[in-house]
Nanobody
């Protein structure tokens, strides 16, 4: 089991919602800002959302602003990504990420999850 373990993604219709979770080790969760990236086949991995260590600061990529919400439960060492109003263009493999420091901006993560597929049908 890796340092970051994501929940299984899924298939959802356009306009629907999906929640992703990522469980981290205690060492990582205490010291690292957390975030989510996504990657389509053959394309670069791109930033989706980030949250600082204390959980009171967030940042989002423009395509998901107002639709996605990132949060963290510091008691359970988990970070969540709630995705609402999903669109077919949100179809990607989603990766949990951790970067040492306060955050919330995540640019060069030191840790990655294994990736989970999210598919949005039209």
């Amino acid at each position: 089991q890796g340092d970051l373990v994501e929940s299984v993604g899924g298939l959802v219709q356009a306009g629907g919602s999906l929640r992703l979770t990522c469980a981290a080790s205690d060492r990582i969760f205490r010291l690292y800002a957390m975030g989510w990236f996504r990657q389509a086949q053959g394309k670069e991995r791109t930033f989706v959302a980030g949250i600082n260590r204390s959980g009171d600061g967030t940042v989002y990529a423009d395509p998901v602003k107002g639709r996605f919400t990132i949060s963290r439960d510091n008691a359970k060492n988990t970070v969540l990504l709630l995705m609402d109003s999903l669109k077919p263009e949100d179809t990607d493999v989603y990766y949990c990420a951790a970067q040492y420091g306060a955050g919330p901006h995540i640019r060069k993560p030191e840790y990655w999850g294994q990736g989970t597929q999210v598919t949005v049908s039209s």
